[in-house]
């Protein structure tokens, strides 16, 4: 790690969890109410800003298929924030080493020589299967599980490949569910493999969708917040479990 000897203030990359502020780690927290300065993202709550009434707080949201602040601008932030304050929380919804571009970051810091240290936070997947109580995993049925997203780089190909796993976990997968299951079917997965759609997890407005992967092809114009796609048999054994979801009728009827 880079020497606090330059002068130059520390930057935490803290996970703030899926959602609902009582979520964040302890660690987390606790760093949360030193912080002089946080930049957030999009997703992260109001109340989990709460913690940290002391802060300066600078949105630097990333919503996908939105117009957001761009990376390079983000990495210039954190550099500038650590010239000026000693301790700068850069808040990343769920974990900062999942899908949040974490890499990027590191490396301006280190290129600058600022010091930094990471703070993981619950990834959505998991509070997911919690919220839901279904587990990802089942013995003689799931012993994997894959997160994947097709999200992509600016100018690079969108993602075509699938992962071989027994239970697929797609992050920002609202709008891309038709080409997601048309390549699972065309793979050969059963039209009858259970999906659970989680819409804004862990929060106060979540919205749980059980449907099948035939469904799925249609589509989920439904759904307008972070959405998280489960896909697998491990899903089956808890089907016939109680929980508040949207009426599937007309949707299965339709496929």
Same mark, same amino acid.
């Given at each position: 790690?880079?020497?606090?000897?330059?002068?130059?203030?520390?930057?935490? +990359?803290?996970? =703030?969890?899926?959602g609902?502020?009582? /979520?964040i780690?302890?660690?987390? @927290? #606790?760093?949360? *109410?030193?912080?002089?300065?946080?930049?957030?993202?999009?997703?992260v709550?109001?109340?989990?800003?709460q913690l940290?009434?002391?802060?300066?707080?600078?949105?630097?949201?990333?919503?996908?298929?939105?117009?957001?602040?761009?990376?390079?601008?983000?990495?210039?932030?954190?550099?500038?924030?650590?010239?000026?304050?000693?301790?700068?929380?850069?808040?990343?919804?769920?974990?900062?080493?999942?899908?949040?571009?974490?890499?990027?970051?590191?490396?301006?810091?280190?290129?600058?020589?600022?010091?930094?240290?990471?703070?993981?936070?619950?990834?959505?997947? +998991?509070?997911? =299967?919690?919220?839901?109580?279904?587990? /990802?995993?089942?013995r003689?049925? @799931? #012993?994997?599980? *894959?997160?994947?997203?097709?999200?992509?780089?600016?100018?690079?190909?969108?993602?075509?490949?699938?992962p071989?796993?027994?239970?697929?976990?797609?992050?920002?997968?609202?709008?891309?569910?038709?080409?997601?299951?048309?390549?699972?079917?065309?793979?050969?997965?059963?039209?009858?493999?259970?999906?659970?759609?989680?819409?804004?997890?862990?929060?106060?407005?979540?919205?749980?969708?059980?449907?099948?992967?035939?469904?799925?092809?249609?589509?989920?114009?439904?759904?307008?917040?972070?959405?998280?796609?489960?896909?697998?048999?491990?899903?089956?054994?808890?089907?016939?479990?109680?929980?508040?979801?949207?009426?599937?009728?007309?949707?299965?009827?339709? @496929?």
């Amino acid at each position: 790690m880079p020497s606090r000897e330059t002068g130059l203030g520390k930057v935490y +990359l803290v996970g =703030a969890g899926p959602g609902a502020a009582d /979520l964040i780690t302890v660690r987390g @927290a #606790r760093i949360l *109410a030193q912080a002089e300065v946080v930049l957030h993202d999009a997703l992260v709550t109001e109340e989990m800003l709460q913690l940290c009434p002391q802060a300066v707080k600078i949105s630097v949201g990333k919503r996908s298929g939105q117009r957001s602040t761009a990376q390079t601008f983000i990495n210039r932030q954190l550099i500038e924030c650590a010239e000026k304050y000693q301790l700068v929380v850069r808040l990343k919804g769920g974990d900062p080493m999942l899908f949040g571009r974490a890499d990027e970051e590191l490396s301006a810091l280190e290129a600058h020589g600022i010091e930094f240290e990471i703070v993981p936070g619950i990834t959505a997947a +998991l509070a997911a =299967a919690a919220s839901t109580c279904q587990p /990802l995993t089942k013995r003689g049925i @799931a #012993r994997s599980v *894959a997160f994947f997203t097709s999200s992509t780089a600016p100018n690079h190909p969108d993602e075509i490949t699938m992962p071989d796993c027994d239970t697929l976990v797609q992050y920002m997968g609202g709008k891309e569910a038709i080409k997601t299951a048309q390549r699972l079917l065309a793979q050969g997965r059963s039209p009858d493999t259970p999906v659970l759609v989680v819409e804004n997890c862990s929060r106060a407005n979540e919205r749980v969708l059980r449907l099948h992967l035939y469904a799925l092809e249609q589509g989920l114009a439904q759904f307008s917040g972070p959405v998280l796609v489960i896909i697998g048999n491990a899903l089956a054994s808890r089907e016939a479990k109680k929980t508040e979801a949207i009426d599937l009728a007309s949707i299965e009827k339709s @496929a």
